[in-house]
């Protein structure tokens, strides 16, 4: 799992390793049992504070999505189908609520956005039928 932070976004930083993390749950990047890297680690590789980091590890943990065994690390929880659907669901949701909110930043309409989408979606169903 490669995470990366955008320091000029107005998300914090501990609230996009949260978010990355979760999507990597819900598109199944990464599996139950599997390791996060160490705070240290992860905090030396994005360039940002160790506490930072840390905060993300509390927040994913306070939801489920991981779990600490002592000594050993963190690590991604067991879930049930129903809520790496949730998941997947939330991730998408705000995936398009970034996309929405930067494309009415650029001065794009509503009209145009919806075009713009609707061409990329029969350009991937094009592309999945391909596969």
């Given at each position: 799992?490669?995470?990366?932070?955008?320091?000029?976004?107005?998300?914090?930083?501990y609230?996009?390793?949260?978010?990355?993390?979760?999507?990597?749950?819900?598109?199944?990047?990464?599996?139950a049992?599997?390791?996060?890297?160490?705070?240290?680690?992860?905090?030396?590789?994005?360039?940002?504070?160790?506490?930072?980091?840390?905060?993300?590890y509390?927040?994913?943990?306070r939801?489920?999505?991981?779990?600490v065994?002592?000594?050993?690390?963190?690590?991604?929880?067991?879930?049930?189908?129903?809520?790496k659907?949730?998941?997947?669901?939330?991730?998408?949701e705000?995936?398009?609520?970034?996309m929405?909110?930067?494309?009415?930043?650029?001065?794009?309409?509503?009209?145009?956005?919806?075009?713009?989408v609707?061409?990329?979606?029969?350009?991937?169903?094009?592309?999945d039928?391909a596969?």
């Open positions: 799992m490669l995470l990366s932070v955008e320091p000029s976004s107005p998300i914090p930083i609230a996009q390793i949260v978010s990355q993390v979760r999507a990597a749950v819900a598109s199944g990047d990464v599996r049992g599997d390791a996060l890297p160490s705070v240290r680690q992860l905090a030396t590789e994005l360039r940002v504070n160790p506490n930072t980091v840390a905060q993300a509390r927040e994913l943990e939801e489920g999505i991981t779990y065994q002592r000594g050993q690390g963190t690590f991604i929880a067991e879930m049930d189908a129903g809520r659907t949730a998941e997947r669901e939330a991730a998408g705000a995936l398009i609520a970034r929405v909110d930067e494309a009415f930043r650029l001065g794009l309409t509503a009209a145009e956005v919806l075009e713009m609707e061409r990329r979606v029969a350009l991937g169903a094009l592309a039928g596969k």
